[in-house]
């Protein structure tokens, strides 16, 4: 068994004109921005299947477009999310899922569920919602990551319910949403959103080399003793798990540049 899993540093989406002349070379055509990214970073977050449903072809472009090992991150649609009522949204949630994601085949990365900073936690009907998650589609493995932004999440009742559903919880690095560090599945999901672009790399060299050791201890299936635990007395398998991260700041002007650098510092 690998002593460690794969850790992955990406950004969010590679369709943004301040990146144009900064991480794309000037004379770059702007079909050929996802194939340059890709080879630059492991990971990307798409974030446009949150707000319209792709075609099957778009999927299978993508995946065309990138290297073997290359992985997308896939924001799952707000029609399943945004609702009172998470256990009726089985119908939404079949659309995205039969939408043509599996398309992208072994490029297909983890699913992210993002909820309203308004969403409260209800244990009845959030456990309603990990329970119509599917482990295929398509016959290809799934991978489900929960972003919770209200701060009624922060109890070990979630934590467990998470961990029952081998559901991941995003472990949010943000300025006014709450942070889940909790390991809760055979993968870890991180998004770093307090960079700067006054920073090249985004975040300050020494906050840079506290998150490759993070990201490093979860990759070797270990728990970072410097983050907050909703739940600090559950235990945790220790076994090597895949990583996620992603640089994802308010400018993101330098995102790019922070994700090749972190992704340095993890690999050497």
Known sequence: MSKSGTIRVGI???????????FFPADL?????LNY???QLK????????YATQKPETFAKWAADVPDDFIFSLKATRFVTNRRVLAEAGESMG???SSGISELGHHL????WQFAPTKKFDPEDFEAFLKLLPEKQDGLPLRHVVEVRHDSFKVPEFVALL???GVAPVCAEHFDYPMV??????FIYARLQKGSDDIPTCYPEKDMKDWAARLSRWAEGKVPDDLPLVDQGRKVETKPRDVFAFMIHEGKVNAPHGAIALQRQVDA
């Open 12 to 22: 969010g989406g590679w369709t943004f004109e301040p990146w144009r002349g900064h």
């Open 29 to 33: 055509k702007q079909k050929d921005e």
């Open 37 to 39: 990214a890709s080879r």
């Open 43 to 50: 990971v990307i977050e798409v974030n446009g299947t949150y």
């Open 95 to 97: 659309k995205f899922l």
């Open 109 to 112: 990365g983890p699913l992210l």
């Open 163 to 165: 961990a029952k559903y």
């Open 181 to 186: 560090a909790d390991v809760t599945a055979d």
